[in-house]
């Protein structure tokens, strides 16, 4: 499986936008890239993916880099609910491969 | 939609026994992966089951050993319980029909601890 390389902590002003980066320089061709989140006491959370274009949700934006060997998660307007570990998964297209690698994470810690 | 749910929550083991532990996957998904997570080795994958099948394994001794429903349901097993299967063990069900274009959901977990 491809590797993903994420700083291991950051912080946050509340009310503030958030970039988190994530390296994956040995991605495929096929690998999407999504992110997870897991709050304090829950499973992980999915947050977004994509493959080579940025994306869009409620939740999040996905900046993917032009190679792809980089991706930023960007969370508009941090809360204190969006204190959490944040994960960058890279997961090939091929249909029956539903694993998912997680690595240690980002553990992103929001400042009132 | 209700979510992914997972019985028990919370499990005390002696080591040498054995645990059954359930995960219901939202209705309508037919994939159920199981995650074993600690606080030394993070979060790892143990198995994946699609329509009753086995379909992808992590690398987990034998002990580790799962199974589908015809509804879906999926339950793991851990035999000869060791001090080291403490962890939370996660299950997360998908809809997949195209790959990694899917998106896991996941339950609560199982806290499982042995001593």
């Known amino acids: 499986d491809a590797k993903t390389t994420q700083p291991n902590s950051m912080e946050s002003n509340e009310e503030e936008p958030v970039h988190l980066p994530c390296n994956h320089s040995t991605i495929s061709g096929t690998d999407y890239i999504h992110w997870y989140r897991q709050l304090p006491s829950q499973g992980p959370e999915y947050v977004i993916h994509?493959?080579?274009s940025n994306v869009n949700n409620r939740m999040a934006s996905l900046a993917i880099a032009e190679d792809r060997k980089s991706s930023t998660l960007i969370l508009h307007r941090a809360t204190l609910r969006d204190a959490a570990v944040y994960y960058c998964?890279?997961?090939?297209?091929?249909?029956?491969?539903?694993?998912?690698?997680f690595g240690t994470g980002t553990r992103l810690t929001i400042i009132p | 939609k209700a979510g992914v749910t997972q019985t028990p929550r919370y499990l005390i083991k002696t080591r040498g026994q054995q645990v059954t532990l359930s995960c219901s996957p939202i209705?309508?998904?037919?994939?159920v992966s199981w995650y074993q997570q600690t606080p030394g080795q993070g979060l790892q994958f143990l198995f994946e089951?699609?329509?009753?099948?086995?379909?992808n394994k992590g690398n987990f001794p034998g002990r580790f050993s799962g199974r589908q429903f015809s509804n879906s349901r999926s339950e793991m097993n851990v035999s000869t319980l060791e001090l080291g299967d403490s962890a939370l063990y996660l299950c997360?069900?998908?809809?997949?029909?195209?790959?990694?274009?899917?998106?896991?959901?996941f339950g609560p977990g199982t806290r499982l601890t042995v001593t």
């Open positions: 209705s309508g998904h037919r994939s």
């Open positions: 994509g493959l080579t």
């Open positions: 997360a069900s998908s809809s997949p029909g195209q790959g990694a274009t899917y998106e896991q959901y």
């Open positions: 998964i890279l997961a090939g297209s091929n249909f029956g491969n539903e694993k998912l690698t």
């Open positions: 089951y699609f329509s009753e099948t086995q379909r």
